[in-house]
């Protein structure tokens, strides 16, 4: 099952409100809610394995906000245990959050993450035209260095460096400004990879990151768009992973549930004016969203097997 939806950058959810909060869940079941997660959002932490309710007293969240969250979220959707956060995602990323209603789910969905068995994809706006890029997609096989918090790409594989592998497709070049929207692969999932590899390997640092690309910007991009303080532009825009379903679906008991969940659409994504010729169309599919079941788009965005549902529209 896929999930996707587009939104323009002015449509992305606001913070700290009961109503923006309730209204940016993307997706539902009766295991997962799939929450559109805000810029600013702290939401760093990942329940261990034995999904032992305790553990969730380490979750290292902006507390306020994200305990006021998960209490709006749990009364809206009459779930009776804690909601449980199985993957993080950095504060000024957006995009796919997924929640786990109950432990059983919460055990199954961080196990996939530990083995690896979800995928994750991103979209991001970098600083950069088209001639930066020498093919249209690649493969960025650099290990990271992480030291005291600070990282790094290292040039080989060092004993205090970790392997990191990203994949990523140029999907548009704007005319106007060195800017180019890419699609990114996660395959190993190291704290700040994809904007360490944009910044160091592709030298493309993603647009508003100014950590890992603090060179100014280009008089050209200024002339299009403001860059707010708290955004970088980098959306997880598509998390993937495996559910049980039944024959309604599947000849098996064991189907892929894929969940993309787009928000930035590139005629607007790189600011509050029309810039209509600024990127080409993405495929049709990517722009409305929905959800899919083994790559079969679902019309209605009902999964009976799942009690399932897509709520954004």
Not at 21 to 47: A, E, H, P
Not at 49 to 59: L, V
Not at 116 to 128: D, F, I, P, W
Not at 232 to 247: M, Q
């Amino acid at each position: 099952m896929s999930i996707a939806k587009q939104l323009p950058l002015a449509a992305l959810p606001k913070r700290n409100t009961r109503a923006s909060s309730l209204g940016n869940v993307l997706y539902v079941d009766r295991g997962i809610l799939v929450l559109n997660k805000w810029s600013g959002l702290v939401s760093q932490g990942t329940l261990p394995a034995d999904s032992d309710t305790s553990h969730r007293d380490k979750f290292k969240g902006t507390a306020t906000e994200f305990d006021t969250l998960l209490s709006h979220l749990k009364k809206r959707y009459n779930v009776d245990a804690p909601l449980y956060p199985v993957h993080r995602l950095d504060k000024r990323t957006t995009g796919a959050l997924v929640l786990c209603k109950n432990p059983n789910a919460a055990t199954q969905l961080s196990q996939q993450f530990k083995t690896r068995e979800v995928s994750k994809t991103y979209l991001a706006l970098v600083r950069g035209g088209e001639k930066t890029f020498p093919t249209r997609q690649g493969q960025i096989d650099k290990a990271i260095k992480i030291d005291d918090g600070r990282v790094s790409m290292s040039g080989s594989q060092k004993r205090d460096s970790k392997p990191a592998l990203t994949t990523w497709e140029l999907l548009a070049s704007s005319p106007k400004a060195p800017i180019s929207l890419l699609r990114m692969q996660l395959h190993t999932g190291l704290k700040h990879q994809l904007r360490v590899h944009t910044a160091s390997a592709l030298k493309a640092p993603i647009l508003g990151d100014t950590l890992y690309g603090s060179a100014k910007l280009a008089p050209q991009i200024s002339a299009v768009t403001s860059i707010p303080d708290d955004r970088v532009f980098l959306h997880a825009s598509e998390v993937s992973f495996f559910v049980r379903l039944l024959s309604l679906y599947s000849r098996s008991n064991s189907t892929f549930l894929r969940g993309i969940l787009r928000l930035m659409r590139p005629r607007s994504a790189i600011g509050g004016k029309d810039h209509t010729n600024s990127f080409v169309s993405l495929e049709s599919d990517a722009i409305r969203g929905g959800v899919y079941v083994d790559d079969v788009r679902v019309e209605d965005g009902e999964v009976p097997d799942m009690e399932g549902k897509w709520l954004a529209r």
